[in-house]
């Protein structure tokens, strides 16, 4: 059953000289979703994920308590940026327009879960 899901990021970073830095993204919609949750506990070296199909976002999670640094790739073969160190969880949005599966490179077998929710 496919609904209409709307995600964005509303807060603020704090302790500028100036004071605070509102953050407040437009809305990302798809009015043809059909949400899922993916739990993995990643492997040694490169994870691809398969987006599902209609996906527009994935929000990931990683837990606080990996000690595994992980790399976000479009490929295997991509350098990627790094998206998460030892202990340093936290969660962040990537939009997936044309795209069927991504990379989590992890600096080896974690015993932790992360999370993808796609919408």
């Known amino acids: 059953m496919s609904l209409t899901a709307s995600v964005s990021i509303k807060g603020y970073v704090r302790n500028y000289g100036y004071g605070r830095a ?20 990643l492997a040694n070296g490169n994870n691809t994920i398969t987006v599902p199909s209609g996906a527009k976002a994935c929000i990931i999670t990683m837990d606080p308590a990996s000690t595994r640094t992980k790399i976000l790739k479009g490929a295997n073969g991509d350098t990627g940026i790094q998206i998460s160190v030892s202990g340093k969880g936290g969660s962040m949005m990537i939009p997936l327009y044309l795209v069927s599966s991504f990379v989590i490179n992890s600096s080896g077998a974690d015993t932790t879960i992360t999370r993808f929710q796609f919408i």
Do not use: F, K, Y
């Not at 407040?24 to 949400?35: G, K, M, Q």
């Open 22 to 41: 509102e953050i407040d993204t437009a809305a990302l919609t798809n009015a043809s979703s059909v949400p899922s949750l993916l739990e993995v506990t």
